[in-house]
């Protein structure tokens, strides 16, 4: 598969002040979703500083409308190449192109553990890997999520305990407050995560984690 955005279909989206580009071999960028990077911007007013990590960063639209207002930098990784250019593609449009890092590849692997984020936002595939087929037009590595669609979302968890500040927060996006309360419950308080706050909104919902 090619990563140059020019070889498929270019479409656009706004997203707040951004304006967002993306074709089909990437997940549709979804309105609601500015709800995350919009708590993310309010958290980051308070939180010390440091650079912000974007886990399953996509077309990049939810770390960079978090950042967008500050002056923080942003490391964003993805598995997908095409996603990946496009997040540098969107960086460069909204003229954040010198404070945005991309990284692509698995996301266990991308992120050493000397590096320490002020805050961590991270959207998984959630859809259990049996219920995908559900989703035809969406791109299989943007939703599946493995046996019990928390496949990813744990490494997310997992990298971020291990790389944020004490009291910085993890953003993740999941399917339901049925997922949080597994994610809760199996990974998050071994890995001194408490969880704080859970936003439900119309397609998903979006838990707050703080980092004791
Ligand atoms: C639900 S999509 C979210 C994309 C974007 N945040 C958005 O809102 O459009 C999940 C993303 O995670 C990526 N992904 C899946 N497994 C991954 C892994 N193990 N490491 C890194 N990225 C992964 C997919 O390529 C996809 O872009």
Known sequence: MTADPTTALREHVEFGPLTIGFDQRVLRPRPWTAAQSAWAAELLVEADPGPVLELCAG???????????SDRR????????VACAWTLQNAAAAG????????QGDLAVMVPPSESYALVVA???WVPAAETSRY??????AIDGGDDGLVVAAACV??????????????IQLGTSEQVRAVDATLA???ELRLEEV??????VVARFVRE
């Open 123 to 125: 959207d998984p595939p």
């Open 199 to 204: 936003r439900t909104f119309e397609r998903g």
């Open 189 to 191: 308080a071994d890995r």
């Open 136 to 141: 035809p037009e969406d791109p299989l590595l």
């Open 74 to 81: 942003l490391v964003c990784v993805d598995a997908n190449p």
């Open 158 to 171: 997992d990298v971020a305990a291990g790389r944020l500040a004490r009291n910085g927060s993890l953003l």
């Open 96 to 103: 954040m192109a010198d404070r945005v890092e991309v990284r």
């Open 59 to 69: 077309a990049g639209q939810i770390g960079l409308l978090a950042v967008h207002a």
